[in-house]
């Protein structure tokens, strides 16, 4: 990692975010020339200003739809990591065109720049909701991974990849703080649907895994954590009421949970690969690597990449359905375990 990122100018689009805020402290520990954060809120961005107050740290106000801005903030960058994006399901599907604008306009922006400008590699966030999407928000992140896949690299150096993320505990529009404010005024604590079952990754699960991605990348591929804790949200809503009444003066027993039925574009289980993606992946201990399809023929397909020690994908969906969920009494120690002090993290939301 030290020799990937020593002395590199790299941007960071969407750099105040929750990850992306992440990524930027944790690439200062490799020594970076410069970091350049690309984002819209000037709150936030001056927040991170007083918070790193690091002078090899350049805040730049703009929005990934205005190419001329991209092109700006990308020049003579060596490594971008493209964070900025639409993450909310309710407010893609209640402005679907504002979502194609910022997730798929947008990415179009990164690749048409990136390759204008020479970039070495350019490391773009999805998410699960584009594996067999059924939401606006799934499908422009999709369509994301595909502009993606589909660029020709001609003559120009850049190369590209995506990591896939399941939901990431504590950032920023996840259900944790949600439920914590809820908890705080005593209930009731809301939840779609008894049986809606997600995977979960902590904030450093996902930053390891951009950063293993800028390391390993080759060209065109999308890293997949396979290691995630899969659970029902209605347990992790009981957990945090176990955690946290408590501490405001509430007998858990009498906090009230509330089913409000799915939300547009909501779905019961989430998907990280489909059998489909499967046939042309390989996969280790700890992720899937799907490859770009060079070959029609597997075989060749797979021997064709330089990740060992990797072998190839068994033919398979992954998805939460089927699969092991952490009882209420391990989702309590995982919660813990993540901040140490839950309620501090959590504060920083209010």
Known sequence: MINEFKNKRILVTGGTGSI????????????????RILSRDETKQYD??????????????????????????????DIVFHAAAMKHITACENDPFEAVET?????????????????????????????????????????AEKI?????????????????FGNVLNSRGSVIPLFYKQIKAGGPVTVTDKNVCRFFMSIDDAVNLVFKAAESMQDREIFVLKKMAVLKIIDLARAMIKIHAPQFGYDPEKIK???????????LHEKLLTKDESYYALENKEMF????????????????????????????????EGRKVLSVKQIEKLLLAENGNLIKAVNNFY
């Open 20 to 35: 992306g805020s992440v990524i930027v402290k944790k690439l200062l520990q490799f020594n970076p020339m410069q970091i």
């Open 48 to 77: 991170l200003m007083q918070e790193l107050n690091n002078k090899k740290v350049r805040f730049l106000i703009g929005d990934i739809r205005n190419k001329d801005r991209v092109n700006q903030a990308m020049e003579n960058v």
């Open 103 to 143: 997730n798929v306009r947008g990415m179009q922006n990164i690749i048409d720049c990136a390759l204008s400008n020479n970039v070495k590699k350019v490391i773009g966030i999805s998410t699960d909701k584009a594996t067999d999407p059924t939401s606006v928000m799934g499908c422009t992140k999709l369509l």
């Open 148 to 164: 993606m896949l589909a660029h020709h690299q001609g003559p120009h150096p850049t190369k590209f990849c995506f990591v896939r």
């Open 257 to 267: 949970i509330n089913i409000t039925g799915l939300k547009n574009g909501e779905r």
């Open 289 to 320: 690597i799907i490859l770009p399809i060079i070959s029609f023929n597997r075989d060749a397909t797979v021997k064709s990449n330089n990740h060992t020690p990797s072998q190839k994908s068994k033919i398979r969906d992954f998805s939460t």
